[in-house]
């Protein structure tokens, strides 16, 4: 979805170095979320924020951290990269609908991260 | 251990059949649920979505069907394209205002001409 944009699209590193990981989107959402994807372990929450002073984990923060800057913008951060970290990096939005009871995220187009 | 999860991993159809995908969801407080469909090299993309309240939605050559008695979800898609080929997840929330989705590991769909 072009509205919501990850920068950079591919990133290869060492181990040990930190990388940031940024996503914006211009869709107006609240809500916005960083996942890793693995092969046979589909999307695997690492952060969440559900407005711009709102920061809270997911299931595998260990290793990660997140700011939000703003309420279009998003990035996630390796503090050491290590390999095991090599995986396909995902960003979404959503904007919560009281009043329909739904809530559906909007994903970017994914960053490759590979972690020598 | 994993809430939200697909009953098979791979399907292949022929072109023009009607595809099932199922999904089992563990946790009966869940009342919102939503399929993505995921082409090679780009993000999850949103299909159609399902509140508790109902047992059956339809979009456009699509229907999602939930059995909230069995905790069961299905995506229907009627006559099936090449296109349709892709990585198919069902996602759960448990709660309209909290927590984030919870999503399944996903269904590789094949379609061959």
């Known amino acids: 979805d072009a509205d919501v944009t990850q920068t950079p699209r591919n990133r290869i590193t060492k181990t040990g170095k930190r990388i940031m990981l940024e996503c914006s989107q211009t869709k107006g959402h609240d809500r916005m979320y960083w996942y890793r994807q693995d092969p046979g372990l589909g999307l695997r929450l690492i952060y969440y924020?559900?407005?711009?002073?709102?920061?809270n984990k997911g299931e595998i923060s260990d290793g990660y951290s997140v700011s939000r800057q703003a309420q279009a913008k998003f990035s996630l951060s390796l503090e050491s990269a290590i390999p095991n970290q090599t995986a396909l990096y995902f960003c979404?939005?959503?904007?919560?609908?009281?009043?329909?009871?739904?809530?559906?995220?909007?994903f970017g187009p994914g960053t490759r991260l590979t972690v020598l | 251990g994993e809430s939200v999860g697909l009953h098979l991993p791979t399907l292949s159809v022929q072109e023009g059949d009607n595809s099932i995908i199922n999904c089992a969801y563990s946790n009966s407080a869940s009342d919102y649920f939503i399929w993505y469909k995921q082409e090679s090299g780009k993000g999850p993309q949103f299909i159609i979505d399902i509140r508790s309240n109902m047992d059956k939605r339809q979009g456009q050559r699509v229907t999602v069907l939930l059995n909230k008695t069995v905790k069961h979800l299905s995506l229907q898609i009627a006559a099936t394209q090449p296109g349709d080929s892709a990585v198919y997840f069902c996602a759960e929330n448990l709660n309209q205002a909290g927590t984030a989705l919870i999503f399944g590991k996903g269904t590789t769909l094949s379609v061959s001409s």
């Open positions: 979404a939005t959503s904007d919560l609908n009281l009043r329909q009871g739904t809530d559906t995220q909007y």
């Open positions: 924020s559900f407005d711009v002073k709102d920061i």
